[in-house]
């Protein structure tokens, strides 16, 4: 298995370098990938900010690559229900954040929006530290 770092998996969502395209596709073919959670992470920011993908085209794409054979990631459930609550509004950190806590009663935050989004989401309740 080989652990792929955030450019690798943004030159196979976007294809913005016909080289570097064709290595990561060879490397998706030939071999088990694994994703950090980390670089999921930091894919949804690069996406949103330097290629001005939407949430939804960027939850889109995250579902394709998670749902290749031979991709994994390090806790599959806590990627697909950040994703899940990315799509219902909340920013993808914030939904990673949450989905993580998800063993915890509470996720104490200074964010009033994400408190506000996060209502009812889960049965980890965000709120005011």
Avoid at 4 to 18: I, K, S
Avoid at 76 to 89: K, T
Wanted: proline residues 2%; positive net charge.
């Amino acid at each position: 298995m080989i652990a792929v770092d955030t450019n690798v998996v943004v030159r196979l969502l976007t294809r913005d370098d016909e080289q570097q395209f064709q290595k990561t596709l060879t490397l998706f073919a030939t071999h088990q990938i694994f994703i950090p959670e980390t670089v999921l992470l930091e894919t949804e920011w690069v996406l949103r900010y330097a290629y001005q993908f939407k949430p939804d085209a960027i939850c889109d794409a995250l579902t394709k690559l998670l749902g290749l054979a031979k991709v994994k990631t390090g806790r599959p459930a806590i990627a697909a229900q950040a994703i899940a609550l990315a799509r219902q509004g909340l920013d993808f950190a914030d939904a990673l954040h949450l989905a993580s806590s998800q063993e915890c009663a509470r996720l104490a935050t200074f964010d009033a929006a994400f408190i506000k989004r996060a209502k009812g989401l889960t049965s980890c309740t965000v709120g005011k530290v």
